[in-house]
């Protein structure tokens, strides 16, 4: 199936806001409240930051929330804070596969 | 505390056999689907495919159908994913997966390289 898209790149400076989108079909994204997002730092293994669209697991900044219209999803970084610089992708359930669809992923820099 | 743990990094010439594994601790294994997937430097992540422990129902990756096998053992509550003969195009980290609907917990991941 094809991947979910992602901006490639977002910056920001430190303090504001950013959102990264993530684009899927009414079989994935559309159809389903099961889009979760990672963030991924250089050599490290990915980390849940939202599940559920818009739950936070326990330990995760209360600065990252998750929404979703229609077939796109978003993830809100609020008050970016260098820590933040990573990639993260989002990945949804869908109806075509087991096997969970991926987002191209999107590299934030914090300028 | 649920945890995926990974076997070490490997290095391997083209040709050779080689089995990773990812050891599930702190959750009823045998219940979830879990898998691997690939992630090749500067590139997206890619399924391999998953598994569900209990009745070892498999499902690939097109890409990977008969490039990788992927087994689990119940008794030992681990994952593995085979290949017979590598090539220098599986070099990549690879990560051991949990599958909970939409939510994925991940292994800490293993690093494959094959060159001769």
């Known amino acids: 199936q094809s991947a979910l898209t992602q901006p490639a790149s977002v910056s920001g400076s430190p303090g504001q806001s950013i959102t990264i989108s993530c684009s899927g079909t009414?079989?994935?994204?559309?159809?389903?409240?099961?889009v979760s997002w990672y963030q991924q730092h250089p050599g490290k293994a990915p980390k849940l930051m939202i599940y559920d669209v818009n739950n936070r697991p326990s330990g995760v900044s209360n600065r990252f929330s998750g929404s979703k219209s229609g077939n796109t999803a978003s993830l809100t970084i609020s008050g970016l804070q260098a820590e933040d610089e990573a990639d993260y992708f989002c990945?949804?359930?869908?109806?075509?596969?087991?096997?969970?669809?991926f987002g191209t992923g999107t590299k934030v820099t914090v300028l | 505390e649920v945890q995926l743990v990974q076997s070490g990094a490997e290095v391997k010439k083209p040709g050779e056999s080689l089995k990773i594994s990812c050891e599930g601790s702190g959750y009823s294994f045998s219940i979830y689907w879990i898998g691997w997937v690939r992630q090749m430097p500067d590139k997206g992540l890619e399924w391999l495919g998953l598994?569900?422990?209990?009745?070892?129902?498999?499902r690939y990756s097109p890409s990977f159908q008969g490039q990788v096998t992927i087994s689990a053992d119940t008794s030992t509550n681990t994952a593995y994913v085979q290949w017979s003969a590598l090539k220098a195009s599986d070099t990549a980290m690879y990560y051991c997966v949990r599958r909970d609907r939409g939510v994925l917990l991940w292994g800490q991941g293993t690093l494959v390289t094959v060159s001769s």
């Open positions: 009414s079989s994935d994204v559309g159809d389903y409240s099961y």
């Open positions: 598994i569900y422990p209990r009745d070892s129902d498999t």
């Open positions: 990945s949804s359930y869908t109806t075509i596969s087991t096997l969970n669809v």
